[in-house]
Each structure stands twice: as C-alpha cells, then as structure tokens.
C-alpha cells in the first residue's frame, strides 16, 4: 500500500515536468468509477448485448461526438500543417 504512493508521487511529478493538465486526471479518477458502474449496470440490464450501446439515436450521436473530438484536433493539425506547406 505504502508503495502506491510513491508511484502515484512519481507519475504525478513526471506529468508536472512534461506539462501535462492535470484536470483531464483528475476527472478520469472521479468520473472513471461512475462510468464503470453504469456501463456494468447496462450490460447487466441488456444479458452481456454489447449492441445495446449502439442501439439508439442518441447513442449514435454521442459516439459519433466522441470519436469527432477524438480525431478532429489531429486532423485539424494536419489540414494546418498541409496549409504552410502549400502556401509555403
């Protein structure tokens, strides 16, 4: 147990060193149990059916979301980076 500490003590001075936000952490940590029990719950409704998370529309359209905000920024990045070089 004592030795958790000292990891978490060492990922977090690592993550302060290379500048990562630490508010993405932190709501992964509290939001991340949360999620988990919901997703148990859902699957335990449903008998294990995994096409119940993709069922509706509004399933559809979260995931959708979640996979624009995934890619997009990269992709983003790249249309810019293709600009300068073009325009260069």
Do not use: H, T
């Not at 993550?15 to 709501?27: D, E, T």
Request: glycine share 10%.
């Amino acid at each position: 147990m004592p030795d958790d500490v000292f990891v978490e003590a060492g990922l977090g001075y690592l993550l302060r060193v290379m500048n990562f936000p630490i508010a993405p952490f932190i709501l992964g940590f509290v939001l991340g149990d949360m999620m988990e029990q919901n997703l148990r719950r859902a699957l335990s409704i449903s008998n294990g059916e995994v096409g119940v998370l993709f069922n509706s529309p509004i399933a559809i359209a979260l995931w959708v979301g979640a996979v624009a905000m995934l890619i997009g920024p990269r992709l983003m990045k790249m249309l810019a980076e293709r600009k300068e070089r073009v325009a260069a």
